[in-house]
């Protein structure tokens, strides 16, 4: 079950991501080191959000990577993003 609700995220993240190309997202380092920071310190109710924000960043960068040959840190990338889902879905289950 668990790993069906992390595949739903992910996927669900991924179609944003695909119907919202160019969408002017800041994808640097820093602020996604910020994205997260923030994320990690908000309330339970904004936690959720903020997380899905952060994976559907990450997705967008996974496949920016993946177009320029990169599968390798695609790969890791997703992994960040396989995380995220998994703190949503605790956030979900509290």
């Known amino acids: 079950m668990r790993f069906l609700t992390t595949a739903v995220v ?3 993240l991924s179609l944003t991501c695909a119907c919202t190309p160019g969408s002017g997202v800041d994808d640097s380092p820093t602020a996604l ?3 997260q920071a923030k994320a990690d310190q908000a309330q339970p109710r904004d936690r959720c959000f903020l997380y899905a924000e952060l994976g559907s960043q990450m997705t ?3 496949g920016k ?3 320029s040959g990169d599968s390798e840190r695609a790969s890791e990338t ?3 993003v396989q995380r995220y889902a998994e703190k949503i879905q ?3 289950c509290r």
């Open 65 to 67: 990577q993946l177009n």
């Open 10 to 12: 992910i996927y669900t």
């Open 78 to 80: 997703l992994k960040l």
């Open 33 to 35: 080191a910020a994205l």
């Open 90 to 92: 605790m956030g979900v």
């Open 60 to 62: 967008d960068i996974a």
